[in-house]
Nanobody
Framework: QVQLVESGGGLVQAGGSLRLSCAASGRTFIGATMAWFRQAPGKEREFVAATSWSGSRTLYADSVKGRFTISRDNAKNTMYLQMNSLKPEDTAGYYC????????????????WGQGTQVTVSS
C-alpha cells in the first residue's frame, strides 16, 4: 500500500511563508518524480511544482516561480515545498503526488496522491 501524507499547511498572512512536507511510505520511490498540485474550491486541480528523483531537474508553474521552492530528501522519503511571499490567491488544498514516468504537469500523469493539506493566506 502506497501512502503519501502531507503536513505543514495552515493560516498565514499575505507575504508570509510556510513549508509543506510530503512523507512517502509503503514502497520504494527510487526513480520517482514527485510533485505538488493545488486545488481551490470550484476550480480544477493545478500543477505547482515537480522534482526529479535526484532533484537535479525541477519544474514550476509560472504563478509560483521565484516564490516557491521544491526539494526532496530521499533518505527520509520526504518532499518539501517552501512557500515564500504568499498571496491570497495561493489559498488552496495542496496535494503531493508521485509517478514513475517523466516530469509532468498534468494530474493524470501521477499515480499516487496524498489527502492534501490546506493553505489559507489572508489579505
Amino acid at each position: 500500500q502506497v501512502q503519501l501524507v502531507e503536513s505543514g499547511g495552515g493560516l498565514v498572512q499575505a507575504g508570509g511563508s510556510l513549508r509543506l512536507s510530503c512523507a512517502a511510505s509503503g514502497r520504494t520511490f527510487i526513480g520517482a518524480t514527485m510533485a505538488w498540485f493545488r486545488q481551490a474550491p470550484g476550480k480544477e486541480r493545478e500543477f505547482v511544482a515537480a522534482t526529479s528523483w535526484s532533484g537535479s531537474r525541477t519544474l514550476y508553474a509560472d504563478s509560483v516561480k521565484g516564490r516557491f521552492t521544491i526539494s526532496r530528501d530521499n533518505a527520509k522519503n520526504t518532499m518539501y515545498l517552501q512557500m515564500n511571499s504568499l498571496k491570497p490567491e495561493d489559498t488552496a488544498g495542496y496535494y503531493c503526488a508521485a509517478t514513475s514516468v517523466g516530469l509532468g504537469q498534468r494530474p493524470q500523469e501521477y499515480d499516487y496522491w496524498g489527502q492534501g493539506t490546506q493553505v489559507t493566506v489572508s489579505s
